[in-house]
């Protein structure tokens, strides 16, 4: 693969080629834009229903672009303090009074010392942009999770790829981070964040596609076996289920099915197996039986 100095992949066809390397099977469409995130260095905001493969994204450019993965889970609650740096209180008091006990009295010395790096407890925002740490991919996963507060102390990385510390100073990139941020939508993220991103929105792939992942991803199941799982699952996804099968529903379930040494798919392994591929029993119960056997039915004759 050719790529340029930093290692990005100088052209489209060698960003599909990278992510396909690490198993992602990507559109030209998202293939395009991870290439312009890469090119122009900015952050790429990924949107979609959950399992269309957003994380995978950013794991599979760690291990192609050989740096770092750092990863911030974000959720109701989370604050500063969690996902960029805190002080190590209980060692700065000590410190003090370590500083005190031999004969230090200078309050302004005793600050400055304590505010120092070594004290100063990087949680995966300032990790990212650590100049003295190896270049990172940076995901900052399910942002729709966070409160919307939250969203503000982002944007000074989005922008400058680097974080404020009050009584430290300025950490900034040496190696700007590539920076993936992924949401499911279950709230909708600020504007302030999307206009520092390049945005994609991942959908649920096309037949051939899925047939692709699913051949890379689960090599050991036999192909006729694939093609109807896949065909099944494209069908149950026009149904008006709770939660849609995802990609990563579809290969568990492939794998399930062949673990069993299934090679044909039957309504009767459908209904035992639905547990792999749906994860609430509203939409097991509304798919078991006949509509199971309907859609099985229909696979079949077309396979």
């Known amino acids: 693969m050719v790529a340029d100095a930093a290692g990005t992949p100088a052209t489209v066809a060698e960003t599909e080629s990278l992510l396909a390397a690490g198993g992602y099977i990507a559109d030209r469409e998202l293939a395009t834009t991870v290439h312009l995130a890469l090119a122009m260095q900015r952050p790429l905001f990924l949107e979609g229903e959950p399992g269309t493969g957003k994380t995978e ?9 050989k740096r770092r993965l750092v990863r911030l889970q974000c959720y109701d609650g989370m604050d500063l303090s969690a996902a960029a740096y805190e002080w190590d209180h209980a060692r700065q008091l000590m410190a003090i009074r370590l500083a005190e006990a031999a004969g230090h009295t200078d309050r302004g010395e005793l600050s400055r010392d304590i505010y120092t790096a ?5 949680r995966p925002l300032l990790s990212a942009v650590n100049p003295d740490l190896p ?12 409160d919307e507060p939250f969203e ?17 100073g300025t950490v900034r990139a040496k190696v ?6 992924t949401s499911n939508r279950t709230r909708e993220v600020h504007d302030a964040i999307r206009r520092r ?19 890379a991803k689960a090599p050991g199941v036999p192909a006729h076996l694939s093609a109807q799982v896949v065909s099944f699952v494209q069908r149950l996804r026009t149904e008006d289920l709770f939660k849609l099968p995802g990609v990563a529903e579809t290969i568990d ?20 197996t639905l547990g792999v591929l749906l994860k609430y029993q509203d939409d097991i119960a509304r798919v078991k039986g006949a509509e199971a056997a309907r859609l099985v039915t229909e696979v079949v004759a077309t396979s």
């Open 57 to 65: 994204i950013a794991k599979v450019l760690a291990s192609g672009l």
């Open 118 to 122: 070594e004290f100063l407890q990087a």
């Open 135 to 146: 270049p990172a991919v940076l995901l900052i996963d399910e942002l729709d999770r966070a």
């Open 152 to 168: 503000a102390f982002l944007l000074e990385l989005l922008a400058d790829f680097q974080i404020s510390v009050p009584e430290f």
């Open 176 to 181: 700007k981070p590539v920076v993936v941020l």
């Open 197 to 215: 991103c390049l945005y994609h929105w991942v959908d649920y792939p096309d037949a051939a596609r899925e047939r692709a992942i699913l051949a």
């Open 253 to 272: 379930w492939a794998q399930a099915l062949s673990y069993l040494n299934k090679t044909e798919l039957t309504s009767g392994d459908v209904d035992e």
